[in-house]
């Protein structure tokens, strides 16, 4: 984040720093962390109002500023850049009936960003104000009632920017994202196998290597992050496992946006297929390319032999929902995430394991907090296909009842 002459903005740099590259956080959401701080500078700009000043009067915003900031939210960056400093909200204009209100209100809508992002937004502004009243506080022969006074300022704001953020929906829950069913599977497999004719793709290298990737990311439910950071030497053959790192600025990574775990450090085993697949891409495809000689990240670019980006990671699976028409229109990496929980989920209950015992195996393997309550996010197939079980079951015992009465 840049001030206009160019020179870093002193506190988004050093929040940043400490609050979220100190925690080993991944890159995508430091940049999210700053994209806020840069519409909350941009909110300050357009109304004028110097934080830093009241800070140190031990105020912040008001009511009305906060409401004005939530508002300006949901406006995408380029549009708050633009506005004016210190502008005026004009009184509406009187209009001749309910009709015309709502054509003009229509027609003078604004570009909105999602209600997701301007969640986000409005989370870290809320973390980012929290910082500057701790670090205002923390600063000693700070008079006692400017500190009492910022004190009931930042839970005031704290509460009245909590209270604003967009929430999700129930409704919104129906189309959210679900694993692939068996028959999806089945035929990901098959057009991804680099000797089938549908496979999209015609480099030799590039089949071999997508076709691993999306081996490793449905076997293991890793992020795709995960699973481009992995190197050659995190892979422990004779073991038959994998050791998925959490590396933040790494050095060796040549990668612009370094993909990074979002997750926790952990060792996952691999079967004897998945391990013989790695090894025959790495022998037979990965090794031709001069350029991938230079480093030990496992997947990498079949022109260039560098790191696999991102980008292109992302790319492929565009390629395939675009050549393979029989696939999910909304296939993507972290899609296979959720078929990986439906898939173990499964298996927990065939083999009878405990809801508490399935909930911590669960979080291991997929590098959450042992107290996480992520899984109820990636579970939604299998959770509304027993629900869809004990429903008809239910509908039976009902109509045998129905039956005996008659």
Known sequence: MLLRGGMPMFDPTVFALTEVRAKNLSARTLDNVLRAVMAFQLCLDARGIELDARLTDGALLSLGEVEDLARLCRLPLADLAALPAEIVVAA??????????RMKAQSSQPEQ?????????????????AWLAAERLGRHGLDPVVEARLRDAAKRVSEAIEARIPRKSGRAALHKREGLSDEDVAELLRVTDPHCPDNPWKDQHTRYRNALLIRWLLHLGLRL????GVRNDDIA??????TIHRRADDPDDPRREQPLAKTRARVLLLTSEL???TQAYILNYRRLLPEA?????????????LPLTVVAAK????????GCPSLPKDLSAHVLRHTWNDAYSVKMDAAGVS??????TRAYLMGWSPTSDTAAAYTRRHVRAKAGQVSLALQDELVKKDKRDE
């Open 92 to 101: 509406p204009p009187k209009v001749a009936s309910l009709e015309k209100a």
């Open 225 to 228: 992050g995960e699973a481009l």
């Open 315 to 322: 790319k492929l699976f565009k390629e395939l929902r675009e």
């Open 355 to 360: 809801p508490e015992t399935e909930k911590q």
């Open 237 to 242: 053959v004779r073991q038959k496992e994998v």
């Open 113 to 129: 960003v999602s209600p997701a992002v301007a969640a986000t937004r409005l989370h870290y502004i809320k973390s980012y104000i």
């Open 293 to 305: 000689k230079k480093h030990a990240f496992l997947f990498v670019a079949s022109r260039t032999g």
């Open 275 to 277: 391990l013989v697949q």
